[in-house]
Every structure is written in C-alpha cells, then in structure tokens.
C-alpha cells in the first residue's frame, strides 16, 4: 500500500509574490495553460496591495516524461484575492475574472493566437476600500446561450451578483448584506442559478434565493465552528455540495435537506479552498492552509476518505486545481498547487481509482 503522502513534485516554479489562487484553463485546445493569481503580501493597505495575474504553460517532454511550467506573460495587478475562469465561452472567447484588493472585478480573454492575455473591461463593485474575496460564474453546467452572472463576496459582508451580457457589458442585479464580517466565499448553485450559497467569518453558511427578498436567507447554518472559507456545488451530482472552513471540517451536504450535513469529516489544518474533479463526481481537492493538499473522495455519496495528500509546500495552502485534459482525466489526474509565503506553485499527480 503506497503511502497517500509521500506524493513527489513533478516540478516547481517561483512565483515571486505570494501566490493565492491557481487555475487550469477548462477549454480544449488551452488545457495547458495555468494562471496564477498573486499578492505582494508586505504591503497592508486595500489601496497599496499590489499583485499580479501570472499566465504560465505546462510543457511535458513525450521522450523523458518531464513536466515544466513555462511563463508566457505577467501582468501587473492589485492583489488577486481570486479568480475563475467562465466554463462557457463567451462571444466566442475564453474568459477569466478576477477579483482583487481594490473591489474591482476584471474580465480578461485568453488570446490563443499569441498565448497572452487581454484585458477586456474592470467594474468596481464599491469605492470604500473593501476587498473582493471571491467570486463564482453561473455557467459552469449548461447551454451556452445562458447568461452569464458573477457573485462576488466582499470584505464588508456584502454579496454583489453581476450580470454578463454577450458584449461584456457587466450589469449589478443585486446586492445584499449577508454576512456581520467578511463574507470570504460565494457560489452559485450550478444546477439552478437562481440559488446562492455564501459563508462568512461570522461562521454562518447561508442559502439565498435571488427571486426573493434578499435580506432573508432560505436557511442559515452555523454547523461550522468557524469562518466558512470554501463552498462548492457538485456540477456532476445534482443534490451535492461541500463546504469547508477555519474549523478543520469539510462538511458533505444534500441541498435538499438543509438542516444539517450528509457527512463531517475534520480534515485539519482549515479548509480554504474546494474543487470537484472535472469529470468524476466523487473526488474533489481540499487546499488546508496549515495542513497541505489532499485528494478526497466521496464514497457511496455519504462518506469521505483522503486517497492522496500532497505535503511540500512550506507555508500557506491556498490555491488548488485539476487540470482538465483528458490525458490527466479518470485514473491519473494533474493538479496545481501553490502556497502563500514561499511563493510557489507545485505539479504534481494522484492516481484515482
């Protein structure tokens, strides 16, 4: 029996600044590409926190099997605090969103033709200093004539959602105070949009219906015993979603039964991002701040079990990904990570069986 953390680096790469989130590219024909979303972590005030987006590529050599990050381009920032990447094109393009330091959301397109990016429009969410934590897209299941909407999670507590229309024109819906202190996450409910989950460091995690009164959840669950810091919809499992938080605990939950979680597993170290795999519906990372990396999967539906951790990095686990190529899906799967005060990102693999 192998042991689940003695997972080796396939290869490393500095960063330079503090590296908060990574992403693999979820179309085809750029499943190579990474971005790296960085903050220079010396600096303390919203307005004077600098950053920068980071477009790297992932070269294998056929002939020895080794793995390399190549950097492309770097674009200088405020602090990325995170970023997704739309999983529907949008007028034909590959967008990415970021939310930074200084309440601002930006749209960048990922131009194939000379492997750089392109700013395309920034919205400021708010002029009070407060940070944009974290953002989701709707479209992450579904036809691509949907439209697309963001929600944000704000420093102040509130959730902002926008709307993205097909010119990249953004729009503000709603917004809405859910949470007394920092709201660090927000996520949609990919299997019907009109449903919102966000989590605070008051460490209650919420549900929120955008047809109705905002200022009234359609539950409030304080499960958690700290800071809700990740919440992810399953997009391969309708009734599935995950949460996690300074606690050390990663809750499993049926979104029909609200009332309490599935599953409780304490998975040490606080739980600061979650991502299911992009084609199996029972295994997900967990990025445990003082505590490393793990594969996890969902036996049966109910229960959980780390398969493989990943234990190099030297200082905050913070950004996470699976890499989305079919050549990594199913049984060998590529994952990125990267850590905060060592300014790293790491490749490396779990086999899933």
């Known amino acids: 029996m192998p042991n689940i953390y003695d997972t080796p680096s396939l290869c490393s790469f500095d960063t330079e600044y503090s590296a908060d989130s990574v992403e693999f590219c979820p179309f085809e024909q750029s499943f190579q590409y990474l971005v790296c979303g960085e903050e220079f972590s010396k600096?303390?005030?919203?307005?004077?926190?600098?950053?920068?987006?980071?477009?790297?590529?992932?070269?294998?050599?056929?002939?020895?099997?080794?793995?390399?990050?190549?950097?492309?381009?770097?674009?200088?920032?405020?602090?990325?605090?995170?970023?997704?990447?739309?999983?529907?094109?949008?007028?034909?393009?590959?967008?990415?969103?970021?939310?930074?330091?200084?309440?601002?959301?930006?749209?960048?397109?990922?131009?194939?033709?000379?492997?750089?990016?392109?700013?395309?429009?920034?919205?400021?969410?708010?002029?009070?200093?407060?940070?944009?934590?974290?953002?989701?897209?709707?479209?992450?299941?579904?036809?691509?004539?949907?439209?697309?909407?963001?929600?944000?999670?704000?420093?102040?507590?509130?959730?902002?959602?926008?709307?993205?229309?097909?010119?990249?024109?953004?729009?503000?819906?709603?917004?809405?105070?859910?949470?007394?202190?920092?709201a660090w996450i927000a996520a949609f409910n990919y299997w019907d949009t009109n449903l919102v989950y966000t989590g605070g460091d008051d460490c209650f995690f919420k549900g929120w219906d955008l047809r109705m009164n905002p200022s009234i959840p359609l539950f409030s669950s304080k499960k958690h015993q700290a800071g809700v810091c990740s919440i992810q919809s399953n997009q391969h499992s309708e009734h599935r979603l995950i949460t996690g938080s300074y606690d050390e605990h990663i809750l499993l939950w049926d979104t029909r039964s609200m009332k309490r979680p599935i599953y409780d597993y304490n998975i040490g170290g606080g739980v600061w991002r979650l991502k299911w795999h992009p084609t199996r519906k029972d295994y997900f990372l967990a990025a445990c701040m003082h505590n490393g990396f793990h594969v996890i999967?969902?036996?049966?539906?109910?229960?959980?079990?780390?398969?493989?951790?990943?234990?190099?990095?030297?200082?905050?686990?913070?950004?996470?990904?699976?890499?989305?190529?079919?050549?990594?899906?199913?049984?060998?799967?590529?994952?990125?990570?990267?850590?905060?005060?060592?300014?790293?990102?790491?490749?490396?693999?779990s086999i899933l069986n």
């Open 297 to 349: 999967k969902v036996d049966d539906d109910v229960t959980m079990k780390t398969t493989r951790s990943f234990m190099k990095h030297e200082s905050l686990a913070y950004g996470v990904d699976w890499n989305y190529s079919d050549q990594w899906n199913n049984k060998n799967s590529l994952i990125a990570s990267c850590s905060f005060y060592d300014h790293i990102i790491h490749l490396w693999e």
């Open 43 to 182: 600096v303390d005030t919203p307005k004077e926190r600098l950053g920068r987006l980071l477009l790297c590529k992932v070269n294998k050599d056929e002939n020895d099997h080794k793995i390399e990050l190549q950097e492309l381009q770097r674009i200088e920032t405020a602090a990325i605090l995170d970023m997704k990447w739309s999983h529907q094109l949008i007028n034909d393009k590959s967008i990415l969103a970021i939310a930074d330091s200084t309440g601002i959301i930006s749209l960048y397109d990922l131009n194939q033709n000379n492997s750089q990016f392109d700013l395309i429009t920034k919205y400021i969410t708010n002029n009070e200093d407060k940070l944009c934590l974290s953002l989701d897209w709707s479209n992450r299941i579904g036809n691509i004539s949907q439209k697309a909407s963001i929600v944000v999670s704000q420093s102040d507590g509130n959730i902002v959602i926008l709307s993205v229309d097909n010119k990249f024109g953004i729009h503000e819906t709603n917004k809405w105070v859910a949470h007394d202190f920092e």
